[in-house]
Protein backbone atom coordinates (compact mmCIF):
# COMPACT_ATOMS: atom_id res chain seq x y z
CA UNK A 1 0.00 0.00 0.00
CA UNK A 2 1.05 3.28 -1.32
CA UNK A 3 0.81 6.02 1.55
CA UNK A 4 -0.17 9.80 0.56
CA UNK A 5 2.33 12.58 1.59
CA UNK A 6 0.14 13.37 4.45
CA UNK A 7 0.17 9.95 6.02
CA UNK A 8 3.98 9.87 5.71
CA UNK A 9 4.30 13.50 6.80
CA UNK A 10 2.23 12.53 9.61
CA UNK A 11 4.24 9.15 10.35
CA UNK A 12 7.86 10.86 10.75
CA UNK A 13 5.98 13.98 12.56
CA UNK A 14 4.95 10.93 15.46
CA UNK A 15 8.15 9.35 14.75
CA UNK A 16 9.65 13.12 15.92
CA UNK A 17 7.74 13.13 19.14
CA UNK A 18 8.72 9.71 19.91
CA UNK A 19 12.30 9.94 19.60
CA UNK A 20 11.99 13.66 21.88
CA UNK A 21 9.95 11.69 24.44
CA UNK A 22 12.61 9.37 25.16
CA UNK A 23 15.26 11.70 24.45
CA UNK A 24 13.82 13.56 27.69
CA UNK A 25 13.67 10.44 29.62
CA UNK A 26 17.05 9.57 29.15
CA UNK A 27 18.09 12.98 30.04
CA UNK A 28 16.39 12.91 33.01
CA UNK A 29 17.45 9.67 34.09
CA UNK A 30 20.67 11.20 33.69
CA UNK A 31 19.80 13.90 35.95
CA UNK A 32 19.31 11.07 38.81
CA UNK A 33 22.89 10.26 38.71
CA UNK A 34 24.97 13.03 37.55
CA UNK A 35 24.71 17.14 38.24
CA UNK A 36 22.40 18.87 35.88
CA UNK A 37 24.61 21.36 34.81
CA UNK A 38 27.56 18.62 33.98
CA UNK A 39 24.23 17.10 31.82
CA UNK A 40 23.38 19.60 30.46
CA UNK A 41 27.31 20.55 29.22
CA UNK A 42 27.72 16.94 28.16
CA UNK A 43 24.62 17.04 26.28
CA UNK A 44 25.23 19.93 24.22
CA UNK A 45 28.98 19.64 23.59
CA UNK A 46 27.38 16.27 22.33
CA UNK A 47 24.34 17.52 20.19
CA UNK A 48 26.92 20.40 18.48
CA UNK A 49 29.67 18.03 17.62
CA UNK A 50 26.86 15.63 15.48
CA UNK A 51 24.99 18.87 13.81
CA UNK A 52 28.44 20.17 13.20
CA UNK A 53 29.39 16.91 11.30
CA UNK A 54 26.11 17.41 9.65
CA UNK A 55 26.88 20.54 8.44
CA UNK A 56 30.09 19.51 7.14
CA UNK A 57 29.38 16.40 5.39
CA UNK A 58 27.10 19.07 3.36
CA UNK A 59 29.29 21.51 3.04
CA UNK A 60 28.53 23.96 5.42
CA UNK A 61 29.98 25.94 7.61
CA UNK A 62 29.01 24.73 11.25
CA UNK A 63 28.19 28.19 12.25
CA UNK A 64 26.62 30.93 10.03
CA UNK A 65 28.82 32.53 7.56
CA UNK A 66 27.68 36.01 8.62
CA UNK A 67 28.11 36.32 12.44
CA UNK A 68 25.93 36.71 14.76
CA UNK A 69 23.13 39.00 13.42
CA UNK A 70 20.95 40.93 16.37
CA UNK A 71 17.83 38.14 15.04
CA UNK A 72 20.18 34.74 15.99
CA UNK A 73 21.04 36.41 19.26
CA UNK A 74 17.97 37.13 20.26
CA UNK A 75 17.37 33.45 19.25
CA UNK A 76 20.01 32.36 21.02
CA UNK A 77 19.07 33.85 24.26
CA UNK A 78 15.67 32.39 24.10
CA UNK A 79 17.44 28.85 23.49
CA UNK A 80 19.12 29.32 26.56
CA UNK A 81 16.07 30.15 28.22
CA UNK A 82 14.37 27.05 27.27
CA UNK A 83 16.70 24.73 27.08
CA UNK A 84 17.80 25.80 30.73
CA UNK A 85 14.91 25.31 32.43
CA UNK A 86 13.12 22.76 30.54
CA UNK A 87 16.04 20.63 31.78
CA UNK A 88 15.87 21.94 35.19
CA UNK A 89 12.19 20.31 34.56
CA UNK A 90 13.06 17.32 33.58
CA UNK A 91 15.51 16.90 36.52
CA UNK A 92 13.63 17.94 39.52
CA UNK A 93 9.71 17.55 38.06
CA UNK A 94 7.43 15.03 36.85
CA UNK A 95 8.42 13.66 32.97
CA UNK A 96 4.28 14.07 32.47
CA UNK A 97 3.90 17.41 33.85
CA UNK A 98 6.64 19.26 31.80
CA UNK A 99 5.84 17.59 28.36
CA UNK A 100 2.28 18.91 29.18
CA UNK A 101 2.98 22.11 29.98
CA UNK A 102 5.65 22.07 27.31
CA UNK A 103 2.77 21.45 24.84
CA UNK A 104 1.33 24.98 25.24
CA UNK A 105 4.43 26.59 23.91
CA UNK A 106 2.86 26.63 20.18
CA UNK A 107 -0.32 28.88 21.82
CA UNK A 108 2.14 31.29 23.53
CA UNK A 109 3.62 31.72 19.83
CA UNK A 110 0.65 32.23 18.03
CA UNK A 111 -0.10 35.26 20.92
CA UNK A 112 3.24 36.17 20.34
CA UNK A 113 2.72 36.58 16.70
CA UNK A 114 0.42 39.02 17.31
CA UNK A 115 2.55 41.77 19.83
CA UNK A 116 5.72 41.06 17.36
CA UNK A 117 4.92 40.71 13.81
CA UNK A 118 1.12 42.30 14.15
CA UNK A 119 -0.54 39.33 13.06
CA UNK A 120 -4.60 39.11 13.24
CA UNK A 121 -5.99 36.41 15.69
CA UNK A 122 -9.76 36.73 16.00
CA UNK A 123 -11.74 35.58 18.92
CA UNK A 124 -11.94 31.86 18.46
CA UNK A 125 -8.27 31.10 18.64
CA UNK A 126 -7.89 33.87 21.53
CA UNK A 127 -10.37 31.86 22.88
CA UNK A 128 -8.36 28.67 22.78
CA UNK A 129 -5.67 30.68 23.76
CA UNK A 130 -7.23 31.36 26.92
CA UNK A 131 -8.49 27.77 27.40
CA UNK A 132 -4.74 26.43 26.96
CA UNK A 133 -3.59 28.67 29.33
CA UNK A 134 -6.56 27.48 31.99
CA UNK A 135 -4.85 23.83 31.02
CA UNK A 136 -1.66 24.77 31.94
CA UNK A 137 -2.84 26.13 35.47
CA UNK A 138 -4.90 23.21 36.14
CA UNK A 139 -1.55 20.99 35.58
CA UNK A 140 0.23 23.17 38.11
CA UNK A 141 -2.37 23.71 40.52
CA UNK A 142 -1.07 26.45 42.17
CA UNK A 143 -1.64 26.57 45.80
CA UNK A 144 -2.43 29.52 48.94
CA UNK A 145 1.38 29.33 48.88
CA UNK A 146 2.19 30.03 44.86
CA UNK A 147 4.08 28.12 42.43
CA UNK A 148 6.25 25.54 43.54
CA UNK A 149 9.75 25.96 41.83
CA UNK A 150 9.59 22.85 39.69
CA UNK A 151 6.60 24.12 38.26
CA UNK A 152 8.04 27.80 37.47
CA UNK A 153 11.37 25.87 35.87
CA UNK A 154 8.60 24.15 33.24
CA UNK A 155 7.13 26.94 32.53
CA UNK A 156 9.86 29.52 31.61
CA UNK A 157 11.36 26.61 29.76
CA UNK A 158 7.91 26.74 27.63
CA UNK A 159 7.94 30.29 27.33
CA UNK A 160 11.93 29.74 26.25
CA UNK A 161 10.73 27.76 23.51
CA UNK A 162 8.21 29.72 22.15
CA UNK A 163 9.95 32.49 22.07
CA UNK A 164 12.69 31.07 19.81
CA UNK A 165 10.15 29.52 17.40
CA UNK A 166 9.33 33.61 17.26
CA UNK A 167 12.73 34.59 16.99
CA UNK A 168 13.36 31.78 14.23
CA UNK A 169 11.23 33.44 11.89
CA UNK A 170 13.69 36.70 12.14
CA UNK A 171 16.44 34.58 11.68
CA UNK A 172 18.40 35.26 8.31
CA UNK A 173 16.82 32.89 5.81
CA UNK A 174 20.80 31.81 4.31
CA UNK A 175 20.96 29.95 7.92
CA UNK A 176 20.79 26.37 7.38
CA UNK A 177 18.81 23.72 9.82
CA UNK A 178 21.98 22.70 10.82
CA UNK A 179 23.30 25.95 11.67
CA UNK A 180 20.78 26.24 14.03
CA UNK A 181 21.12 22.96 15.34
CA UNK A 182 24.88 24.13 16.45
CA UNK A 183 23.72 26.83 18.10
CA UNK A 184 21.14 25.50 20.08
CA UNK A 185 23.28 22.75 21.34
CA UNK A 186 25.73 25.47 22.34
CA UNK A 187 24.00 27.40 24.43
CA UNK A 188 23.02 24.26 26.33
CA UNK A 189 27.38 24.55 26.62
CA UNK A 190 27.24 27.83 28.29
CA UNK A 191 24.67 26.94 30.63
CA UNK A 192 25.67 23.94 31.62
CA UNK A 193 29.12 25.57 32.44
CA UNK A 194 27.63 28.30 34.29
CA UNK A 195 25.61 26.05 35.99
CA UNK A 196 28.26 24.00 37.22
CA UNK A 197 30.31 27.53 38.40
CA UNK A 198 27.61 28.71 40.11
CA UNK A 199 26.32 25.02 42.39
CA UNK A 200 29.60 24.06 42.51
CA UNK A 201 28.76 20.92 41.56
CA UNK A 202 31.95 18.14 40.47
CA UNK A 203 32.85 18.14 36.87
CA UNK A 204 33.85 14.70 36.65
CA UNK A 205 31.75 11.57 34.84
CA UNK A 206 31.05 9.59 37.73
CA UNK A 207 28.37 7.23 36.29
CA UNK A 208 28.85 5.37 32.88
CA UNK A 209 25.38 4.58 32.64
CA UNK A 210 24.13 8.23 32.83
CA UNK A 211 26.98 9.45 30.45
CA UNK A 212 25.68 6.87 27.96
CA UNK A 213 22.42 7.88 28.25
CA UNK A 214 23.70 11.93 27.45
CA UNK A 215 24.92 10.74 24.51
CA UNK A 216 22.61 8.84 23.04
CA UNK A 217 19.75 11.49 23.93
CA UNK A 218 21.75 13.49 21.74
CA UNK A 219 21.90 11.34 19.05
CA UNK A 220 17.99 10.91 19.34
CA UNK A 221 17.79 14.48 19.53
CA UNK A 222 19.14 14.70 15.67
CA UNK A 223 16.81 11.78 14.62
CA UNK A 224 14.30 13.60 15.90
CA UNK A 225 15.28 17.07 14.46
CA UNK A 226 15.35 15.53 10.98
CA UNK A 227 12.33 13.86 11.41
CA UNK A 228 10.07 17.14 12.72
CA UNK A 229 12.20 18.59 9.13
CA UNK A 230 11.07 15.79 6.75
CA UNK A 231 7.55 15.77 8.30
CA UNK A 232 7.00 19.35 7.66
CA UNK A 233 8.27 19.38 3.75
CA UNK A 234 6.64 16.30 3.28
CA UNK A 235 2.62 16.67 4.27
CA UNK A 236 -0.10 19.46 3.97
CA UNK A 237 0.87 21.80 7.55
CA UNK A 238 -2.58 21.53 8.54
CA UNK A 239 -2.79 17.74 8.46
CA UNK A 240 1.04 16.86 9.88
CA UNK A 241 0.94 19.80 12.72
CA UNK A 242 -0.90 18.73 15.16
CA UNK A 243 0.60 15.38 15.81
CA UNK A 244 3.36 17.63 17.59
CA UNK A 245 0.79 16.69 20.77
CA UNK A 246 1.41 12.81 20.63
CA UNK A 247 4.74 14.00 22.54
CA UNK A 248 2.81 14.16 25.31
CA UNK A 249 0.92 10.78 24.80
CA UNK A 250 4.62 9.03 24.57
CA UNK A 251 5.59 11.01 27.28
CA UNK A 252 2.80 9.85 29.73
CA UNK A 253 3.40 6.28 28.57
CA UNK A 254 7.22 6.64 29.60
CA UNK A 255 6.46 8.36 32.71
CA UNK A 256 4.21 5.62 33.98
CA UNK A 257 6.26 2.58 32.75
CA UNK A 258 9.64 4.15 33.66
CA UNK A 259 9.73 6.49 36.40
CA UNK A 260 6.27 5.27 38.14
CA UNK A 261 4.40 8.23 38.23
CA UNK A 262 1.12 8.36 38.14
CA UNK A 263 -0.80 11.52 36.59
CA UNK A 264 -4.04 12.20 38.68
CA UNK A 265 -7.06 13.44 36.48
CA UNK A 266 -6.98 16.67 37.29
CA UNK A 267 -3.76 16.81 35.56
CA UNK A 268 -4.98 14.79 32.62
CA UNK A 269 -7.84 16.96 32.05
CA UNK A 270 -5.51 19.92 32.07
CA UNK A 271 -3.08 18.49 29.23
CA UNK A 272 -6.16 17.52 27.43
CA UNK A 273 -7.15 21.20 27.38
CA UNK A 274 -4.40 22.48 26.04
CA UNK A 275 -3.61 19.60 23.43
CA UNK A 276 -7.30 20.62 21.77
CA UNK A 277 -6.73 24.10 22.42
CA UNK A 278 -3.25 23.98 20.78
CA UNK A 279 -4.69 21.85 17.73
CA UNK A 280 -7.39 24.08 17.01
CA UNK A 281 -5.43 27.26 17.03
CA UNK A 282 -2.84 25.48 14.37
CA UNK A 283 -5.63 24.19 12.77
CA UNK A 284 -7.64 27.69 12.84
CA UNK A 285 -4.48 29.66 11.45
CA UNK A 286 -3.37 27.05 8.67
CA UNK A 287 -6.70 27.24 7.53
CA UNK A 288 -6.77 31.12 7.60
CA UNK A 289 -3.07 31.31 5.81
Do not use: H
Not at 242 to 248: A, E, V
Amino acid sequence: MTLSDNQRGAAFMALAMATFAVEDALFKAATQQLPVGLCLLVFGICGATIFALLALSRRQSPLPAGGMTRGLLIRSAFELMGRLFFGLALAFADLSSTTAILQAAPLVVVAGAVVVFGERVGWRRWSAIALGLVGVLMVLRPDASGLQATAIFAVLGMIGFAGRDLATRAAPPAVTNAQLGVLGFVVLIVAGVLMQFVTGAAWALTDFGATLNLVLAAMLGVVAYSSLTTAMRTGEVAVVTPFRYTRLVFALIIAVVVFGEAPDPMMLAGAALIVASGIFALTRSNRRT
